[in-house]
């Protein structure tokens, strides 16, 4: 991706998050709506964090510390990717240190076959 194009997959995945955030749009849509082929570690971390508000719905239930703590990061995180900025390395980090890669959607066509069989012989 081009800095350009990388910039307006930021802001529209900021605008996800806040769609998600508001209940206008499912964590499933987000993720089917998130931008393909992206290398982009502010991107990564992002799909990981609205996977997170996904798989921790149980959890939000029942600590509403903890909703409003992840609502919170949440809305810092889109904050950041609707100016296009790339999120700080600090938090890009935190996510390093538990996931290799995010299983973000791949382009279609040659690109994303290509994509694919790199994705699945673990190569970078």
């Not at 996800?16 to 749009?25: A, S």
């Not at 499933?28 to 082929?37: Q, T």
């Not at 949440?74 to 950041?80: G, K, Q, T």
Request: hydrophobic letters at 40%.
């Amino acid at each position: 991706m081009l800095d350009k194009d990388i910039i307006s997959a930021r802001k529209k995945v900021g605008d996800l998050i806040i769609k998600v955030l508001t209940r206008n749009l499912s964590v499933k849509n987000a993720l089917l709506l998130f931008p393909k082929g992206f290398t982009d570690a502010s991107l990564k971390c992002a799909w990981h964090a609205i996977c997170h508000f996904e798989a921790d719905e149980d959890i939000r239930k029942n600590d509403l510390f903890y909703k409003e703590e992840q609502d919170n990061y949440l809305e810092m995180l889109s904050n950041i990717l609707i100016q296009g900025e790339p999120i700080p390395q600090d938090i890009l980090a935190d996510y390093k240190d538990y996931y290799k890669d995010a299983n973000v959607p791949i382009d279609k066509g040659l690109k994303g076959f290509f994509q694919s069989i790199l994705r699945f012989l673990n190569v970078k």
